[in-house]
């Protein structure tokens, strides 16, 4: 079979689409959270406002929903604001989750161009989530929709598995790119491998007043920066580990032996750990969260059916 | 027919999302190279290709990354220019460099109020003490709007973040004449330096702003 047709193969596999539908309610709830923090917190007029309202927008933006609905004004960012909630919920119950991603996004992609300086890495991450929602038959489970077409919440009915494979590759990327662009000497061992230590005492990000406590625990920020940096880079791995999961049946020493170690468990762990530190340490916003939800897709539904019985035994 | 059109959209978004996310050397300017913290890195890099066996001056050193990262911004640039249609429209953008290089000398942010009597503290970043409007200065996106003064960019963002400051405080303070905004450099110290002194210095000061509130 030439490559081209296994590629396409393998594209039109279909399984349950339990994972789906979770990184679907996570990025949902991780909206609704980033969106009422701002609310709760008074910020949204601060960044989204023009300087006549009170805000610290100065331009116009030039983002085609924005001058459709007339310009920069603040009824036109409540009204985007409410949107976004509006389908941040749909998402989160399960009903028309696509348009309500696509909706999402576009005027998540508005709001976001009012004030790029304020934004971060984090919100590249729920966009490229809201379209991979576009995507994906993401309430076909866990949702009100499969609720009302087939009478029970959970359905295990085969969808396509491919936005969950691109899923994945896009976490993948962004941890690779990011590894690869480490280039700063604080991440290397030529210079004292004090990248995660440097980067506690920011005054920009850091959590806690009373930070200096870091230099007691050096050689465990040395650890991590390592750590970070090796585990960053080494994303393909995972990608590599479920290709091998998948073709399991063939032979081969390495596949078997990533099956053994189970590479996946192993580089989501260490992600567990690095993400709940840098919440822990460090104000980033939702970054630490919506990276987590994408790891929701390195599972297949079988695994998340094997651990709900678990959990219920 | 379907799973071959499936197929080919699936190939073009990881093109586009990989050549995107491919790193390069985006928002480099040529003033970057006389920073002493991109200057240390690349001095380490030359370090490396020394001991791998490339002997290179550290100035040629430099005028050669300048040239092969700008090269590689042209090169990228023609290469996106068909795709940016999808970026823009279905969010697909990447960039991803978390903490690539660490600012050594990074600032906080300042607020001090003259009610007649001097200047005071209104509010000190990170500190509990000083903590007018801390809910919105605290919260991540003004951090974030924040962060580039640290480096010391975005100088004009600044005076209008101290324009929206002095709007804020003549609304809580009637009565105050003026209003200062500034960054404080925190030289970040070395950790044996700081098992010993247990407490960050904050020195220099810059980019004070001085509003009139009357």
Not at chain 1, 57 to 67: E, K, N
Not at chain 2, 40 to 61: C, H, N, P, S
Not at chain 2, 86 to 95: D, F, L, N, V
Request: hydrophobic share 50%; glycine share 6%; charged share 15%.
């Amino acid at each position: 079979m030439s490559h081209w047709r296994r590629l396409v193969a393998t594209l039109a596999h279909r399984e349950p689409a339990t994972p789906l539908a979770l990184f679907r309610i996570v990025t949902g709830l991780v909206l609704l959270v980033t969106l009422t923090d701002m609310l709760l917190t008074e910020t949204l007029a601060v960044v989204w406002y023009p300087i006549a309202h009170g805000g610290l927008v100065d331009t116009q933006s030039t983002h085609w929903l924005i001058t459709a609905l007339g310009g920069t004004d603040p009824s036109v960012v409540n009204g985007l604001v409410a949107t976004v909630l509006a389908c941040a919920v749909l998402m989160v119950i399960g009903l028309g989750s696509r348009i309500a991603a696509l909706i999402a996004l576009q005027c998540c992609l508005a709001l976001l161009s009012l004030h790029p300086a304020s934004g971060g890495g984090h919100d590249r991450l729920i966009a490229n989530g809201l379209w991979l929602i576009v995507l994906a038959p993401a309430d076909a489970t866990l949702s009100l929709w499969s609720r009302a077409r087939r009478g029970a919440w959970v359905s295990v009915a085969p969808a396509p598995a491919w936005v969950r494979y691109l899923i994945v590759y896009q976490i993948a990327l962004v941890y690779t790119c990011t590894g690869i662009q480490k280039l700063g000497s604080d991440w290397w061992p030529w210079g004292d491998l004090r990248a995660v230590y440097y980067a506690l005492l920011s005054p920009s990000w850091q959590r806690w007043e009373s930070i200096a406590w870091v230099a007691d625990l050096y050689p465990l920020t040395q650890v991590g920066t390592a750590v970070t940096l090796l585990w960053e880079m080494s994303w393909g791995l995972v990608l590599l580990a479920l290709w091998y999961r998948a073709t399991r049946t063939r032979s081969g020493r390495l596949r078997a032996l990533f099956n053994r170690l189970d590479v996946r468990r192993l580089y989501a762990l260490i992600g567990v750990g690095v993400h709940v530190g840098i919440w822990a340490m460090m104000n980033l916003g939702p970054f630490s969260w919506i990276t987590l939800t994408y790891y929701l897709c390195l599972w297949h539904h079988d695994e998340y059916s094997r651990l709900w019985r678990r959990v219920r035994r | 027919m379907l799973d071959h059109l499936r197929a080919i959209v699936v190939v073009l978004h990881l093109i586009a999302i990989t050549a995107v996310a491919f790193p390069a050397p985006v928002g480099m300017r040529r003033a970057d190279l006389d920073n002493p913290d991109v200057q240390a890195a690349i001095e380490a890099w030359r370090g490396v290709a020394g001991a791998a066996g490339v002997a290179v001056e550290a100035e040629a050193f430099r005028e050669q990354l300048w040239v092969a990262g700008s090269k590689m911004l042209a090169v990228r640039t023609s290469a996106l220019t068909p795709l940016q249609p999808y970026y823009r429209y279905a969010g697909t953008s990447q960039g991803w460099a978390m903490f690539g290089y660490l600012n050594h000398t990074p600032a906080r942010l300042e607020i001090h109020i003259d009610s007649g009597i001097g200047w005071e503290p209104l509010f000190i970043a990170r500190t509990t003490a000083h903590t007018w409007r801390a809910r919105q200065l605290d919260q991540e996106r003004v951090r974030g709007l924040v962060n580039a003064f640290s480096w010391r960019s975005s100088r004009q963002r600044m005076r209008a973040f101290a324009d929206w400051v002095a709007v804020q405080a003549v609304a809580d303070f009637p009565a105050a004449k003026r209003i200062r905004v500034q960054m404080r450099t925190r030289p970040l110290p070395a950790p044996h330096e700081l098992q010993v002194s247990r407490a960050l210095a904050h020195t220099k000061t810059y980019w004070p702003e001085i509003r009139e509130l009357r």
